[in-house]
């Protein structure tokens, strides 16, 4: 007779997070198309090193080929 109010309290929280999971808020955030309005990027290197640098690593990684 002990698991009647174990199961009801159970049932009580499984019901209130469910409940709290719906929400209101209905704001919505339209983008464009094609338009990024994050930062732009700034790489370290330019493109030659960094053809330069791939090169050195594939001989490395696949010296059996």
Do not use: W
């Not at 007779?1 to 019901?15: C, D, E, N, R, T």
């Not at 997070?17 to 719906?22: E, P």
Request: proline letters at 3%.
């Amino acid at each position: 007779m002990k698991l009647l109010p174990l199961v009801q309290l159970i049932v009580a929280l499984l019901f209130i997070s469910l409940i709290g999971a719906c929400s209101d808020d209905t704001r919505v955030t339209l983008h464009k198309p094609h338009v990024y309005k994050g930062n732009t990027d700034t790489h370290k290197y330019n493109l030659l090193s960094q053809e330069k640098r791939l090169q050195q690593r594939t001989l490395i990684a696949f010296t059996d080929r």
